[in-house]
């Protein structure tokens, strides 16, 4: 199957300090006008996402909390994915001073240099929450959530194949969203890490970097593009399992 589906950070991506200019919603647009997905994927929490980016109801999906919230902005629902933070998790990083400290429905989010203290926070109290990092920013999830897992959700429900979407970003958090789409694409002002594992490395910074993205999938050649073997979630992996099993041979004398 040709790619006909963009997952796109917002955040350094398709917005440039916070902000989508009209030619890359033009962009975006006549992706969906050619009967193309949108999917945003992010790490922002929904409310300050509806705040900034009024446009958000042009993408099919949204996944927010870098993974963790699943979103349909045309029937305006939402299904966070993992529980929410313990109270106790909160009220610990309060108590030692990390600020500012934004608490999602999952995610709970401050900012460099406080990585020490959530860590040493998530030790003392024996939680299964991972860091993960974004140009600065400091974000706490449920171990294994990141930006391919939420994605997964997203696609299954709109049944489409991973290796049928174009993903792309700028930071940290981006890798597992590279990884899992069929083709990787970084914009120019990305970081080196993430470049250096790129399919395909845009000449164009933030939103029109994204827009020569959308002109490759329109015109076809962003399916000549080579691509790296693609990393099978966990999930993944167990339907694959699952499928063999209800296929597989039974055996005469079982």
């Given at each position: 199957m040709p790619i006909r589906t963009l997952a796109t950070d917002y955040d350094g991506t398709i917005a440039t300090h916070g902000t989508v200019d009209p030619e890359t919603l033009d962009a975006l647009q006549r992706l969906r006008d050619a009967g193309g997905t949108l999917i945003l994927v992010t790490g922002r929490e929904l409310p300050q996402l509806k705040d900034v980016f009024p446009e958000l109801p042009m993408f099919h999906a949204v996944v927010a909390e870098n993974g963790a919230l699943l979103y349909w902005p045309q029937t305006d629902t939402e299904r966070p994915l993992c529980d929410p933070p313990e109270e106790s998790f909160v009220r610990a990083l309060k108590e030692r001073g990390v600020t500012p400290l934004s608490v999602g429905r999952v995610i709970v989010a401050t900012y460099e240099p406080h990585e020490t203290t959530v860590l040493n926070v998530i030790r003392d109290l024996g939680l299964e929450r991972q860091v993960i990092f974004n140009k600065g920013a400091v974000m706490v999830l449920p171990s294994g959530v990141n930006k391919a897992s939420g994605l997964t959700h997203a696609l299954e429900e709109l049944d489409i194949n991973p290796a049928d979407v174009a993903g792309i970003g700028d930071?940290?958090?981006?890798?597992?969203?590279?990884?899992?789409?069929?083709?990787?694409?970084?914009?120019?002002?990305?970081?080196?890490?993430?470049?250096?594992?790129?399919?395909l490395v845009l000449s164009e910074r933030h939103g029109a970097g994204v827009s020569q993205l959308i002109e490759r999938i329109l015109d076809g050649t962003i399916d000549s593009t080579p691509r790296r073997p693609r990393v099978q979630t966990k999930r993944e992996q167990a339907r694959v399992h699952a499928l063999a099993d209800e296929h597989a041979d039974v055996h005469p004398n079982a």
């Open positions: 930071a940290e958090n981006d890798h597992a969203l590279l990884q899992y789409c069929g083709v990787g694409a970084a914009v120019a002002n990305a970081l080196p890490s993430l470049k250096d594992h790129a399919d």
